[in-house]
């Protein structure tokens, strides 16, 4: 494979053993967040122990699929070929509503109608067999 | 500030820069060879006096250790070195491990050397490597995420919540620009306006193509000795580092604590309580410019002017000559050269040729105090370095 089929090709995830249950989570059709037992922090990116207290008593819940979006910004020039046909797009910040915030991009509408504040809702958009991302979509 | 701190105890006593710009034909070891040639000839010492090398990787450069393959490329075997990696905060973190390094005795002649080249010399597989390697694989690459994207980010929450304009923005390409005129070897010298800056195209929403960094090849070196040392050496004018900070907040955008308040407001705290001034007391300074929001944002958390009022701050002349804090006085990333972790040290070459008195007609005149602030990774890393003259120990 030489470098510019690889750079054609979209970068997936490799789902690792802190984020498999994640991974498999959205191939389900819901996102998972990891609650903690112990403080009640809630995270999205998936870790063996809480970020705030440290403890390994977490599960997972499945989000609302609620949120909205903190901030945004419409990439014309994509970084690299694999991205090129999709300009523009939205590239949002999502507040959850349960807390955590994620990194995601506008799906169902026009980059240009999204707004600050804008509430949006999940969308599980399946990639491949083993790979569905969280993207979000107006509410 | 206290005694036992590192202010005043180290001087930059060498200063050396490579061509910049487009330099083809230049392997990222030559540009940092090619610059610790120049400091050492500015220091007036030999290869021979380093004991100590401090760099940062180089995409076009297919070395893991830099710093090492440098000593053996410019034949010198350092018993202190290493490879720092703190994306764009690199730099500033030369200066201050460099200083830490020699006030605790482990070297004492430190050589702080980086360089690439982005513009001419990156394979295509480097080239990949450089647009994605610095974001998660998981959780960022698979939606197509640059990492001016992240920055855009910032910004963009920034115009949202204190009405900073796309016009303000676009005035730091445009006083960047007039500094980088009065700078022999600066790469982009053409001057522009705000409209040009608003009509170059869209980068990734609010930032234009203007509105970013350039992409250039270049190095630059460094020499630090204890302020003892450059007694003894004779050192015409040695500037002396008063205080370091740094601050990492966060890996990932989405994990940045606030969009609007970074990491600089802390390294720049601890910096002007170990130098024992204050932002006011600056007289000059490098402000990281990646792009042009990035430099609104850091005014306010360096302390030049109060939140929010960054963009009003740069519209008003408070950022060039005749105003409050003169900064990035050779044309900064914006348009005196950003050949990547590097970029920075063009700012401390800047600051520090300001301190000696040496800009000529770009003199920002009786400056004796300056800071560099250093950054990267969409505000992940933060790293502050404030320098003076002999007169403000
Ligand atoms: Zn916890």
Redesign the interface.
Known sequence: M???D??RR???????AD?AAL?RGLRDGVLLLQHCGDCRHVQ??QQGMCRQCGSENLSHRAASGRGRV???????????P??KD?T??A?L?VDLEEG??????YTGGKPEDVT?DMDVVLVCERIDDT?T?PRFRRA | MSDSTLRGKVAVIGIGLSPVGKVPGRSPLWLAADAAKKALADAGLEKSDLDGVLSCHAFASPFHRFSVAFSEYFGIQPTFSNTLQVSGATAATMFNIGAAAIHGGLAKVVLAVASDSLMTGLTPDLALRSLTESRDQQYEMPFGIPVANTFAMTAHRHMKEFGTTAEQLAEVAVVQRRHAARTPGAQQTTPITVDDVLNSGWVTTPYHKLDCSLISDGGAAFILTSAEHARELGIAKPIYILGGGECYTHEHIFLMPSLTTTGAVTSSRMAYEMAGYGPKDMHVAGVYDCFTGTVIMMLEDLGFCPKGEGGRFVADGQMTYGGQIPSNTHGGLLSFAHSGMPGSLFHFHEVIAQLRGQCGERQVRGAELGLVHSLGAGFATNATTILGTENTL
Request: proline share 14%; charged share 15%.
């Open positions: 030489t470098a510019t690889d750079a979209k970068p997936l995830p490799t789902p690792d984020s991974w999205y990116y903190h901030s945004f910004s419409v990439v014309h020039r994509a970084p690299g694999a991205f999709d523009p797009y590239v910040l955590p915030r994620m990194v995601s991009t600050f790979t991302l």
